[in-house]
């Protein structure tokens, strides 16, 4: 129940393409599902966030879709660029968890020119 | 100004020894955590602290201990430092628990050898 599934494990898609990502939770107590980007060397960093009151948010080139009925989240990133290559990891949490995050395992974007 | 620093920045020691690996936000946050990163990416929470106070200690080793002096600082000491240990450790800090908006560090590579 405490687990977030993520997939797919790698991506490779081409300038200009829309990667997307999907994740899945168990535990219908979550409440906040946050997306990290991690480039190497450094740490993950905060890039957009959804409550489940909403079925979708934008900011920028980034949307989250979110799926409420079938405990499913998703990250598109449009027009893609080169710089967005790095590590893209979702989330979930829930209130009276003392912020406790709980990640999905990952996955490695690679946009070639 | 780094907002979550950690040092050492990469740490190599023997297999046995005891280390330390220090962290510093200076986000006036309440609250600070310990994640562990293996070597497939998978960031595992660890330790939180919310004003100097332990609030989760996920079934982690004895050999490791956190304090926190006050509520900007949180270390992460190791006794015994076995193979397994090998990873990267990102410190962490958010508001008030609050699972919005984790401000990662830039994480401390350690390898045991």
């Known amino acids: 129940q405490q687990q977030v599934k993520q997939s797919p494990q790698s991506l490779i898609v081409q300038k200009g393409g829309i990667p997307i990502i999907n994740c899945a939770y168990e535990n219908t107590a979550f409440d906040y599902f946050p997306w990290y980007q991690q480039f190497p060397g450094k740490g993950p960093a905060l890039l957009i966030a959804?409550?489940?009151?909403?079925s979708e948010k934008k900011e920028g080139r980034f949307t989250i879709s979110f799926n409420k009925s079938a405990k499913q989240f998703s990250l598109h990133i449009m027009d893609s660029q080169p710089g967005d290559s790095a590590t893209y990891f979702c989330?979930?949490?829930?209130?009276?968890?003392?912020?406790?995050?709980?990640f999905g395992t990952g996955t490695r974007l690679q946009v070639f020119p | 100004d780094t907002a979550v620093s950690q040092t050492p920045k990469y740490l190599v020691t023997q297999m046995g020894n005891d280390k330390s690996i220090k962290c510093e936000q200076n986000?006036?946050?309440?609250?600070m955590y310990w994640y562990k990163q293996d070597s497939k990416k998978f960031l595992k929470i660890m330790f939180s602290?919310?004003?100097?106070?332990?609030?989760i200690n996920e079934t982690v080793p004895n050999r490791f201990s956190p304090k926190s002096p006050d509520k900007a600082h949180l270390n992460l000491h190791i006794n015994s430092l076995e193979l397994g240990d090998s990873a990267v450790y990102f410190c962490a800090s958010s508001q008030e628990g609050s699972h919005w908006g984790y401000t990662f560090g830039s994480g401390t590579r350690l390898t045991v050898v």
């Open positions: 959804i409550r489940p009151d909403v």
């Open positions: 989330a979930a949490s829930r209130q009276g968890a003392a912020g406790k995050l709980i």
């Open positions: 986000l006036g946050h309440d609250t």
């Open positions: 602290y919310n004003n100097k106070e332990l609030i």
